[in-house]
């Protein structure tokens, strides 16, 4: 399958499945890495605009990165690695939170399923596992970005849809507000679809990632 087909039918499932359990092993590496950005966009004496705008680029920038690493060989791998780096950071929060949940199943299952494929050289199907990993941080995005502030506009109930369609209660533009008289889920949209091309145009061109037989 075309590398960028692949990338757009995990991105859909991604977003329609966010807020389950079932995306959870991903969304906690894109929420790793998302709030690292944000602490440290925030030590900057930044207006709230600025702020919003820079960690947008930041974390698109790093979904380019993990893209293009789609271009090497052996890139498959990426998978174990993420799914390592999120069981670490589920470790981590159980640690500090001392709740265990079931979600831990899914997050254990990801790991051993990742390791499973690749040692099985399902190629395919293991970068349809990097690639949920990887799409995670623009689905976060336009949830903070778009659904968010939209939601707000429509004055709907953020939970409506859940848990499936599970909108935050904010985003990185929300201290933005009308700036200039410009709706918020406007200058969010905007700089979203800006940030997001560079990622579309990187999610093609990739191996089509065959199953080894």
């Keep these: 399958m075309r590398s960028d087909i692949r990338a757009l039918i995990v991105s859909i499932l991604m977003f329609l499945l966010w807020g389950t359990v079932l995306t959870y092993p ?14 440290i966009a925030g030590k900057l004496p930044l207006p709230a605009i600025a ?18 690493s789609g271009r090497m060989e052996n890139s498959e791998h990426l998978a174990i690695v993420l799914s390592l780096v999120g069981c670490i950071a589920y470790c981590v929060k159980v640690a500090t939170t001392r709740q265990f949940s079931i979600e831990a199943v899914f997050v254990a299952l990801v790991l051993a399923g990742s390791m499973t494929l690749v040692l099985l050289q399902k190629t395919e199907w293991t970068r349809y596992i990097a690639d949920a990993y990887i799409v995670a941080l623009p689905v976060r995005m336009a949830y903070e970005c778009v659904m968010n502030p939209l939601y707000r506009l429509l004055k709907t109930d953020l939970y409506l849809l859940s848990p499936f369609i599970t909108v935050p ?13 410009i709706p918020l889920v ?11 091309l560079p990622v579309i145009y990187l999610a093609g061109g990739r191996k089509e990632g065959r199953i080894k037989r």
């Design 26 to 39: 991903f969304r906690i590496v894109s929420d790793l890495i998302c709030q690292t950005t944000e602490a």
């Design 169 to 181: 209660q904010t985003g990185i533009f929300s201290k933005v507000g009308n700036a200039l008289g």
């Design 186 to 196: 406007v200058w969010g949209s905007f700089f979203f679809i800006v940030t997001l």
């Design 51 to 68: 702020f919003a705008i820079l960690v947008l680029i930041l974390v698109m920038g790093i979904t380019c990165v993990a893209f293009l």
